[in-house]
Structure formats: structure tokens, C-alpha cells
């Protein structure tokens, strides 16, 4: 947060303390009733969320089911990067930008300050990408979104904005989650104009008026969780949310935020518009899901959308899918559902070419798209497979593992080994995994059973 006088810089003082006091709270909360939670969720653990209105958590990011990108209305975030979940309160950091203040105002300019902010163009990246240490680094709201990063865009990219996929796919993160000001909504403007790319990639901007009466969604309303975040800092200094996104005014259906909170790979902005427009027009959206619907948060009412069949997918505005077929059929917005897991097993010594030969070949046998593919899963065994780390470095796509305690909990029938029982402690790896990764949101259908690719075993399952 930033702030442009002394008494807007208390406010934020202010703010960041009950944030802070709020999140301390919530989560000492959830874990008192975790056993409850774990029971509601059909043996699974859920994730705590503040918004009562969501009545089943399956939102989540293209972290493995971590909820790590982009802001919800949560004041905790959850990561689930390993067997048990942890709770990471935000790190807000305040800034002040005020001749009142000279002993702690930042003495750059403030589009120095903000432009340090902003994700930086493709051009100064040098093509550098996070490693797999940076999923499990706290959310910070000093505050950009990176909700926007998860999505693959295909259209409305220009110039300098545009990113290269893989790198976008890894999980690239802004320097931090969110900027919000505190003061004049006019200076915030003229600080943010010279490094707005689009909503791809713009963070959450939010403004809040000195007196704390308002707190303006300024910028990334959707995607980058502007209008989430605005209404949780309205409601911990008593103020007023000002949201202006036609579908919020209008409490309409908006796609993009539901691809956010499900974690689906929205491809297209120009086809999110029309969807908009079609909604905001009163007129019935056609889906098609290979996901139940009722298992979705943020879905539209029954009055703004009817599903149609796979032999009809020509017709729907909107394909919810993880199958390759289906989604190059789709002449409508194509939301990847990015929720297959792919469990591996492998061979000590297997070399990174080998690993992705035998995921490559897996997936294309089975029909899935490779942007569906949400996490690698193995036995904690194979926590230090280089091979397996390799690829999952260089293909974006985190992997985690998990007990053989754990994996003997799934239920179901799976091919087994003796040799691989007594060296892992379970009959069958790479399908278990995968089982018990998707199942962590509590469905979980098993794809593609055991095959064996040389050195490397794979299985698919999917959240369903």
C-alpha cells in the first residue's frame, strides 16, 4: 500500500493491522475445525474460505489445487504443494509518499516506486522463469494479482505485453499481489497509465479515499481480483466498495471470474467479451462441461445458462474441457479445465528425456490436452528424482508427492507390484498418486491406468 499523506498512511497502518489481526484469526479458526471440515468434504480436508456464499471450495490454481493465484475474498490463502495444506497470511507493506512523513517517505519518484510493481515486459525478462521454491512463497499485497498469469491468452496481446506461454504457464508471479493507494483516485491513475498492458497481466489496483469512506476497484476487476479485494478492505475499515464491472453491476454471470475460481485456462479475451455481452443482453449461454457443473463455484443461475451435449458442441459459447478433441471442435470461448494429474513412477537414475517422453506420449494417447495437466504426482520417495525435477521445471508443471501412507488410503482397484511394494511400501505408485492428487478436492476420476513406458510408469486421473 502506498499512501500520499500522514492520514492516509494511518489508515493503512490501520488496514494492514486488521488485516493482519483478521487473517491471525481466521486461521486459528480453521484449524479448530478442521476435523468438521475434513468430514464435510467427504474425508477430504477443505480448504477454509471467509465467503459464505460459496457452499463447496473447489477453486483453485495451476499450482498443483494450490489456491496461489490472483486474490479471492479469503484473507487466508491456502497452499496445498504438499500432503498437508498450510495456511499463509499476506505480507502488506506499507509505503509512504508525503513531505509529513520525511523520515520513513520514499524518496524515488512514485513512478519509480509503481513501476517496480508492474509485471515486467517480455523483452527484460530475459526469459527467466521461477523455480519450483517460488509456489510456496507467502502472497504478498503491497501490494499486484497474478491471478491473470494462469490464463493462457491467445487474443488481445500486443507488443511488449505479450508473454511467452511456457513462462506464463510456470507460474510466473508479480513482484507482489496487489497495489493499493491511499489518496486521490486522479494520482493513482497518472502513477499506473505508463504500465498497463491489459488484463492478462495487469495486477489488482485498488484506491481508497484518505477518509476511509470508499475503496475503488480501479484496475483488474476479474482476473486480477481487484473487486474481491476491494470488498474484503471495505469490510475491515467499514467502508464502501465501489465496483463498476458491467456484470457486478448488473449481478450477472462473469466468465472470467468463474474460469478464475476454478481454475480454468481462459484462451481467449475476445470470446470472454462476447460471452459478457450475451449475458448482459439477457440472452442464455450454451455450456458444454466435462466437469458437473454443480461441483463449480461462480456458475451462472439457472435463468442465464443451459448445458448442451458433446454432439452439440458446435453450439455452446462457452467448452469447458480437458480433452483435445473436444476443445478444437469448440468454436466458442474454450475454457481448459486444468485438472489432471499425472502420476509417475520411475526407474532411480531416470533422465529428464525420459520422463517427458513418456508423460508426452501418455497424454496424447489418452486425448488430453497438456495445458489440462495441473501437477506431477509421485511417492515422496521421488521427492529428489532429478530427472523428474528437471521436467517438471522446464515444463511449468509443479510436482508433489505423498506418503505411502497416504497413497494406501485411496480406495479402488489398482495393478500392483510385489517388487514395487517392497521397495515403496505400496503395490502400485503412479496410479495411487494421481488417485489421491485428484482426490484431494474430493471426486477424483482415474483416465489412464498404469502404463508402463520404458523407466517411467504413468496413470492420469482428473478432479471430477
Same mark, same amino acid.
Given at each position: ?19 493482519? %489481526?483478521? $487473517? ?6 480453521? =484449524? ?5 471440515? @475434513?468430514?464435510?468434504?467427504? /474425508? ?10 460459496? *457452499? ?11 489456491? =496461489? ?16 495444506? &498450510? ?24 513512478? *519509480? ?12 525478462? *530475459?526469459?527467466?522463469? &521461477? $523455480?519450483?521454491?517460488?509456489? #510456496? ?16 491468452? #491467445? ?33 493513482? &491513475? ?91 443482453? /439477457? #440472452? ?21 445458462? #443451459? ?9 455452446? *459459447?462457452?467448452?469447458? $474441457? ?19 494429474? &499425472? ?7 531416470? %533422465? @529428464? ?7 508426452? %506420449? ?15 504426482? $509421485? ?86
Amino acid at each position: 500500500m502506498i499512501a500520499f499523506t500522514e492520514k492516509g498512511y494511518r489508515l493503512a497502518e490501520q488496514l494492514r493491522t486488521r488485516w493482519i %489481526t483478521a $487473517s491471525d484469526t481466521l486461521g486459528s479458526a480453521n =484449524a479448530v475445525d478442521q476435523d468438521a471440515s @475434513q468430514r464435510a468434504a467427504g /474425508g477430504q480436508q477443505a480448504l477454509w474460505r471467509s465467503d459464505p456464499a460459496v *457452499d463447496q471450495d473447489v477453486s483453485r490454481a495451476a499450482v498443483g489445487g494450490q489456491q =496461489a493465484a490472483g486474490l479471492s475474498e479469503d484473507l487466508h490463502l491456502s497452499y496445498r504443494g504438499s500432503s498437508k495444506e &498450510v495456511s499463509q497470511p499476506p505480507r502488506i507493506e506499507l509505503h509512504a509518499k508525503t513531505e509529513a512523513l520525511p523520515a520513513i517517505s520514499d524518496p524515488r519518484s512514485l513512478q *519509480d516506486i509503481v513501476g517496480e510493481w508492474f509485471t515486467k515486459p517480455a523483452d527484460d525478462t *530475459d526469459g527467466k522463469r &521461477v $523455480s519450483l521454491s517460488d509456489f #510456496e512463497e507467502k502472497p504478498e499485497i503491497c501490494a499486484l494479482g497474478a491471478g491473470g498469469l494462469e490464463h493462457g491468452f #491467445e487474443s488481445e496481446k500486443s507488443g511488449a505485453c505479450e508473454m511467452d506461454a511456457r513462462t506464463r504457464d510456470a507460474g510466473t508471479r508479480h513482484p507482489c499481489d496487489a497495489i493499493i493507494f491511499v489518496g486521490a483516485t486522479g494520482i493513482a &491513475v497518472r502513477a499506473i497509465a505508463p504500465f498497463i498492458c491489459g488484463k492478462a497481466v495487469d495486477p489488482a489496483v485498488l484506491v481508497i479515499d484518505e477518509a476511509g469512506r470508499y475503496v475503488i476497484s480501479l484496475l483488474s476487476g476479474h482476473l486480477g481480483g481487484a473487486n474481491a479485494l476491494a470488498r474484503t478492505a471495505a469490510s475491515l475499515i467499514e467502508a464502501e466498495p465501489i465496483i463498476t464491472t458491467a456484470t457486478d453491476a448488473e449481478s450477472a454471470f462473469a466468465v472470467d471470474t468463474f474460469a478464475k475460481e476454478n481454475g480454468f485456462l481462459l484462451t481467449d479475451l475476445r470470446k470472454a467479451k462476447e460471452v459478457s455481452a450475451k449475458v448482459l443482453r /439477457g #440472452e442464455k449461454l450454451r455450456i458444454y462441461s466435462d466437469i458437473p457443473m454443480e461441483r463449480l463455484v461462480q456458475r451462472p443461475a439457472r435463468h442465464e445458462a #443451459e448445458l448442451v451435449p458433446a454432439q452439440e458442441i458446435d453450439r455452446a *459459447d462457452i467448452v469447458i $474441457s480437458y480433452r483435445t478433441k473436444l476443445l478444437n471442435q469448440a468454436t466458442g470461448l474454450r475454457l481448459i479445465a486444468k485438472r489432471v494429474h &499425472v502420476g509417475l513412477g520411475a526407474r532411480k537414475g531416470v %533422465t @529428464q528425456a525420459e520422463v517427458a517422453a513418456a508423460v508426452a %506420449t501418455c497424454l496424447e494417447d489418452a486425448g488430453i490436452d497438456p495445458r489440462a495437466v495441473v501437477a506431477l504426482a $509421485s511417492i515422496d520417495l521421488k521427492k529428489q528424482e532429478a530427472g523428474i525435477l528437471a521436467y517438471s521445471y522446464e515444463s511449468g508443471v509443479p510436482f508433489v508427492t505423498y506418503t505411502a501412507e497416504e497413497l494406501r488410503t485411496v480406495e479402488g482397484a489398482f495393478a500392483g507390484s510385489s517388487f514395487v511394494q517392497s521397495v515403496t511400501g505400496v503395490a502400485n505408485v503412479c496410479e495411487r498418486a494421481a488417485a489421491y492428487a485428484a482426490g484431494r478436492s474430493g471426486h477424483a476420476e482415474v483416465l489412464v491406468h498404469k502404463t508402463i513406458h520404458g523407466s517411467v510408469t504413468t496413470a492420469v486421473a482428473v478432479e471430477a
